[in-house]
């Protein structure tokens, strides 16, 4: 069951990040221009951390901060949930890359 967790928080992770990617690109080309698009394509990590700050502060946009944040919340809480449940059910809890 624990394997369940781990993928629906890979899954998460996966999923909120390229939807939090396209929603501070979005913001960006729309109230920076090309070059902060430019920019937050080549700084694409420094992108997910700093524009949902930026578009909440700037112009009271909730979406990318709670997408971003949100979904690391939630995956991270779903990976919480798959170690604990792996730890229990005696599996390899950290020992190696097999599990």
């Given at each position: 069951?624990?394997?369940?967790?781990?993928?629906?928080?890979?899954?998460?992770?996966?999923?909120?990040?390229?939807?939090?990617?396209?929603?501070?690109?979005?913001?960006?080309?729309?109230?920076?221009?090309?070059?902060?698009?430019?920019?937050?394509?080549?700084?694409?990590?420094?992108?997910?951390?700093?524009?949902?700050?930026?578009?909440?502060?700037?112009?009271?946009?909730?979406?990318?901060?709670?997408?971003?944040?949100?979904g690391l919340l939630l995956?991270?809480?779903?990976?919480?949930?798959?170690?604990?449940?792996?730890?229990?059910?005696?599996?390899?809890?950290g020992e190696g890359l097999?599990?």
């Amino acid at each position: 069951m624990y394997r369940v967790f781990k993928l629906l928080a890979a899954l998460s992770y996966v999923v909120t990040g390229l939807a939090g990617l396209s929603l501070c690109f979005r913001w960006l080309l729309g109230s920076l221009g090309v070059l902060a698009g430019l920019a937050g394509v080549v700084l694409f990590p420094v992108t997910l951390a700093v524009v949902p700050w930026v578009a909440l502060l700037r112009d009271r946009r909730f979406a990318p901060a709670v997408v971003v944040y949100g979904g690391l919340l939630l995956a991270g809480i779903l990976h919480w949930l798959a170690r604990g449940m792996e730890a229990r059910a005696g599996g390899a809890g950290g020992e190696g890359l097999e599990g």
